[in-house]
């Protein structure tokens, strides 16, 4: 067998992934939803090798080095796959890989590189083992999940959705598109305030999302309604439906990471400072802006191409922040 080559993307959450119904098989509580971004990219090649060996660079060609934590969930996900791929009647996978890693996301500017990382691994194992079984991406992005929950999203492009499922069963949350890439032309500014290593990686916050006492509330709203209307403000490409769903559902998983034991906060002043000033924007100019917000203090400006100077302009006017553009893209795809 020769080496396979894949390529993805990060995504961005538009009813964002907060806590697990199984940890270690990070099968979600409830559903979530995305957009997948046409850059920055994260490029894998994966081979059979006689021991796992995981190497990453930066896109100047740097190594990066891995702390052990990180090889490590490399190991636990190459088992899982197997353990994933063995309920599909199959042992294609080989029992040790090499995973060579190229990535174009700069270190903590905000932008779930997990996703992208684990999104374009599954694609690279879909790949390997293509001559002896065919995965459909739904299954694709079952390994994507187990290796980062929104990880499963970004198998898709454009719109996608990670539903929660039922039950304990290791393929039973699985990701599907909602719409593609040319469906709706939005745009995302990131905008980024720190530069700091988050204290707290997403992993480990999900753990705690069971001790807010706002946790049940979220889901229920999740469950019974955020996920529908995000579903139909995209395919009606109802920008205002879609900001006020959005924002309320960051917020909300904000304060559930706030109030959970021990408290999460990600959001600075600055943050804070940024969103009034987008809403102050919108409310002045009736432009589609909206702003999301994952695990840091990082504001995500989404727009449409109508209202895309604005945004740009808002954006490099923050003072001290980094500003990385991005638009909807396209899902994980093999390159060779
Ligand atoms: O995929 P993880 O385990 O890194 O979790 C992602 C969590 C958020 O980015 C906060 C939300 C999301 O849905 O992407």
């Keep these: ?26 099968l979600p509580a409830a559903d979530s939803l995305s957009m997948t971004l046409d850059h920055p990219s994260v490029e894998i090649t994966v081979d059979h090798s006689p021991a796992l060996a995981v190497r990453s660079f930066g896109s100047d060609g740097t190594e990066r080095a891995l702390n052990e934590k990180m090889t490590a969930r490399f190991a636990t996900h190459l088992e899982l796959t197997k353990r994933y791929l063995a309920t599909l009647g199959s042992n294609a996978i ?3 890989v090499s995973v060579t890693v190229r990535s174009a996301i700069p270190q903590s500017i905000g932008l779930a590189s997990s996703a992208a990382v684990f999104g374009c691994l599954a694609k690279a194992y879909a790949g390997l083992i293509a001559p002896k079984v065919n995965l459909t991406l739904e299954q694709q992005s079952v390994i994507g999940r187990l290796g980062s929950g929104s990880a499963a999203r970004s198998l898709f492009g454009g719109f996608a959705a990670l539903d929660a499922g039922e ?18 032309s939005l745009h995302d500014f990131v905008i980024i305030p720190s530069v700091e290593e988050k204290k707290v990686g997403s992993t480990e916050g999900h753990a705690v999302a069971w001790t807010s006492p706002l946790y049940e509330a979220r ?20 920008f205002e439906k879609l900001r006020s769903v959005t924002e309320d559902d960051a917020l909300d998983m904000h304060r559930v990471m706030e109030t959970s034991a021990p408290p999460l906060r990600y959001l600075t002043e600055t943050t804070h400072a940024i969103r009034l000033g987008i809403e102050e924007l919108r409310r002045g100019e009736h432009l589609e802006l909206l702003y999301t917000m994952d695990a840091g203090p990082t504001v995500h400006l989404l727009c449409t191409d109508a209202s895309r100077e604005r945004a740009a ?13 991005t638009s909807i893209g396209p899902g994980a795809r093999l390159v060779s």
């Design 1 to 26: 067998m020769t080496p396979v080559t894949a390529v993805a993307q990060p995504n961005i959450a538009l009813i964002k992934y907060w806590g697990n119904r199984d940890d270690a098989l990070r």
């Design 94 to 96: 080989p029992e040790s």
């Design 167 to 184: 039950g304990g069963d290791i393929g039973a949350s699985q990701a599907r598109a909602i719409a593609d890439e040319a469906h709706w």
């Design 313 to 325: 302009a808002f954006a490099k006017a923050q003072k001290g922040c980094t500003i990385f553009e």
């Design 219 to 238: 889901l229920e709203a999740i469950r019974t309604r955020r996920q529908r209307e995000c579903v139909d403000a995209i395919l009606r490409r109802d």
